[in-house]
């Protein structure tokens, strides 16, 4: 077996601690109210044998990270899947650190499934190990891909916290009109989460079905000769095609619950290779992620909000407006460091200057932005509880685009990170 494949199964083995490591955490939290011993004691026992179980998870993670790196000669950060696989590892070591600090259970039953999501999301994309392009070479993108992710993954822990503060403190039994209106974006919130789940099971569930789809997509340029070129590119769906690829083809499609052809066909505007694919997978993440809502919604025959709510009862609500200032406080520097300062001195490495408006480097710049601007409303205007909460929610929104939305939806030269 080489060191490739014992990295993956390695990863599967993180996978299934982390899930444990969650469950065993919902039994701390939730189960102290019907276990026999005092609530504290449960709740301790319990929080340290799921800590102990994520742990474990991470030491595998980590296990996986170095044995793939060791088995492809490269760091495992050159594309989509390595890189996530490392936002959720970071992510795991900065909720370790935190954890360290302030002994909350209750942070684990929120961070462990943010990792679920995110790990699970890598592996939709091909795991095999590809070769570098040029730009990829420098020993400075390795430093600025850690870093930002590192400070991107302290974001990701303050999220964490910042939702867990809102779910505490917006009562969802009230009806004025100030309190229906933070109930609907905590829903939201949970909703958006849920698209991302649905997106990862549809993914997951058409490709175990051998689901495929192809076309050929026609594309027309102007050179700068003013001679118009017309180019045939050949794309590949996974998922049922609701909308095909402008100015395409069909070569054979799967049928899909009586659809014998594509239903829409992408705008013209969006005739990028890939832009058609991306589109039918936004559109599927919709349908699925609200279908499984749906279901949610049925078998709690109440909002999520809701649902949890009540588990958040004795919680000291400054704690959790705590941790999310003090996890977003660490992640700033190292974010500043990785995401702006190493980013700008691989940039002058790989192409020769140091700022170039490419759109991850802007959206990297309006994610920092943003953080700035948060640490200057929490200590400068005092922003705290329900305001700060809210911006390290819609902060890690950011993030979450930079990463995914940038890479996958705007082109530019980072688009082969989402290869």
């Not at 991302?196 to 340029?221: D, L, N, P, T």
């Amino acid at each position: 077996m080489s060191l490739v494949e014992f990295s993956s199964d390695v990863f599967l083995v993180a996978f299934f601690l982390y899930c444990f490591a969650f469950m065993f955490y919902v039994i701390a939290v939730a189960g102290k109210k019907w276990s026999n011993r005092k609530p504290a004691d449960h709740e301790r026992r319990w929080g340290k044998i799921a800590f102990i179980t994520s742990s474990l998870g991470l030491a595998a993670h980590l296990a996986f990270f170095f044995t793939r790196w060791a088995g492809s000669g490269q760091i495992p950060t050159s594309n989509m899947y390595e890189f996530m696989t490392f936002l959720g590892m970071s992510i795991m070591i900065a909720y370790t650190i935190i954890h360290a600090i302030y002994r909350k259970p209750l942070l684990g039953m929120f961070a462990l499934p943010l990792t679920v999501i995110i790990v699970s999301y890598a592996a939709v994309f091909p795991s095999d190990v590809q070769p570098l392009i040029p730009a990829l070479t420098s020993n400075w993108l390795k430093i600025h891909v850690t870093t930002a992710a590192l400070g991107e993954a302290f974001f990701a822990v303050g999220f964490a916290a910042g939702l867990m503060y809102l779910l505490r403190v917006v009562d969802f039994k009230q009806t004025s009109k100030e309190a229906r209106r933070s109930q609907f974006w905590v829903e939201f919130t949970l909703y958006s989460l849920v698209l991302i789940v649905g997106f990862i099971i549809a993914v997951f569930g058409f490709r175990g079905a051998g689901y495929e789809a192809h076309f050929i997509q026609e594309k027309s340029e102007i050179d700068i000769k003013g001679i118009e070129q017309t180019t045939t590119e050949k794309v590949a769906y996974a998922l049922p095609p609701i909308v095909k690829p402008y100015n395409s083809q069909t070569v054979e499609m799967d049928s899909f619950l009586g659809m014998e052809k594509p239903l829409l066909e992408a705008p013209y505007w969006m005739n990028g290779v890939n832009a058609g694919r991306k589109l039918n997978t936004v559109v599927w993440s919709v349908i699925a992620g609200s279908i499984l809502y749906g279901l949610l919604r049925l078998a709690f025959r109440k909002r999520l909000g809701a649902v949890i709510h009540p588990a958040m009862e004795g919680i000291d609500p400054e704690d959790l407006d705590e941790i999310s200032y003090r996890a977003i406080a660490i992640g700033f520097p190292i974010f500043t460091l990785g995401a702006l300062i190493f980013a700008m001195i691989w940039a002058e490495k790989a192409w020769g200057r140091f700022w170039g408006w490419d759109p991850k480097e802007v959206w990297a710049l309006i994610t920092w932005l943003y953080y700035s601007a948060y640490l200057h409303f929490r200590l400068s205007r005092g922003w705290q509880g329900l305001r700060s909460s809210w911006l390290a929610v819609i902060g890690f929104v950011i993030v979450l685009f930079t990463l995914i939305g940038v890479n996958l939806i705007i082109a530019g030269l980072h688009s082969y990170s989402g290869a």
